[in-house]
C-alpha cells in the first residue's frame, strides 16, 4: 500500500500570507495527487487533481506542484475563507490520504 | 445533478454487522466508480473500498478481511457491509463518486458503534 506523509498537521497564518503544504508519497505517484479542503461539519471539497489542475470552482491562489514522490499545495494570499483542514489523496494505485493539515488564523 | 446520499443505522452494538446503502443519481454506475470513506471525529479520512465501474471491487488492506461492497444498477444503489465492529469503527461514513479521486461527496451518515 502506499503512504502518504503530510506535513506540517497544523499552520498558523495571517490574512494575506502564503502558506504551503508537503506530501510525500512512499513510492512514485506519477502526479496522480488531489488536494482537499474541508470545513467543520462537512464533507472533503476537491481542490486540484492531477498535482495542479484546478477544479472548477477553485480560487487561483491555490495551486499544486511536484513529482515522483514529492508535492506540494500552496495558498497565497490566505483568506478568511480559507481556515479549514487540508488532505492530500494519491489515486495512482487505490487511494491513500494523507494525516491532513489544520490551517489556523493567527 | 450530481448527488449521493447514505443511509443506514446510526447505531451498531459491538461485533455486529454495519450495513449501508449509498443511492446515486446524476450520473451512471456502470460509468463511474463510487468509493466508500470514513472519518473518526477529529481525524483524518480513510478510503475504505470502490465498486468500479465494470462492477470489480478493491478493499484497503487494512479492511478487507472484514468489508464487502456490491451494489445495485437497476436502483442506483451501491452497499457496504463490514462485519465485527468495534469502537474504533465509530465515524462518519461517506460515499463519493470517483474521477482523478472523489470528486463528489454525499452528506455522510454518522455511525456510533456502542453497547
Known amino acids: 500500500d502506499i503512504q502518504m506523509t503530510q506535513s506540517p498537521p497544523s499552520l498558523s497564518a495571517s490574512l494575506g500570507d502564503k502558506v504551503t503544504i508537503t506530501c510525500q508519497a512512499s513510492?512514485?505517484?506519477?502526479?496522480?495527487i488531489a488536494w482537499y479542503q474541508q470545513k467543520p461539519g462537512k464533507a472533503p471539497r476537491q481542490l486540484i487533481r492531477?498535482?495542479?489542475t484546478l477544479v472548477s470552482g477553485t480560487p487561483s491562489r491555490f495551486s499544486g506542484s511536484g513529482s515522483g514522490r514529492d508535492y506540494s499545495f500552496s495558498i497565497s494570499n490566505v483568506e478568511s475563507e480559507d481556515i479549514a483542514s487540508y488532505y492530500c489523496l494519491q489515486y495512482d494505485n487505490l487511494n491513500t490520504f494523507g494525516a491532513g493539515t489544520k490551517l489556523e488564523l493567527k | 445533478q450530481v448527488q449521493l446520499k447514505e443511509s443506514g443505522p446510526g447505531l451498531v452494538q459491538p461485533s455486529e454487522t454495519l450495513s449501508l446503502t449509498c443511492t446515486v443519481s446524476?450520473?451512471?454506475?456502470?460509468?463511474?466508480?463510487v468509493s466508500w470513506v470514513r472519518q473518526p471525529s477529529g481525524k483524518g479520512p480513510e478510503w475504505m473500498g470502490r465498486m468500479w465501474y465494470d462492477g470489480d471491487t478493491a478493499y484497503n488492506s487494512a479492511l478487507k478481511s472484514r468489508l464487502s461492497i456490491s451494489r445495485d444498477t437497476s436502483k442506483n444503489q451501491v452497499f457496504l457491509k463490514m462485519n465485527s465492529l468495534q469502537t474504533d469503527d465509530t465515524g462518519t461514513y461517506y460515499c463519493t463518486r470517483d474521477r482523478a479521486g472523489p470528486d463528489y461527496w454525499g452528506q455522510g451518515v454518522m455511525v456510533t458503534v456502542s453497547s
Open positions: 446524476g450520473f451512471s454506475l456502470t460509468s463511474y466508480s
Open positions: 492531477y498535482t495542479s
Open positions: 513510492q512514485n505517484i506519477n502526479k496522480y
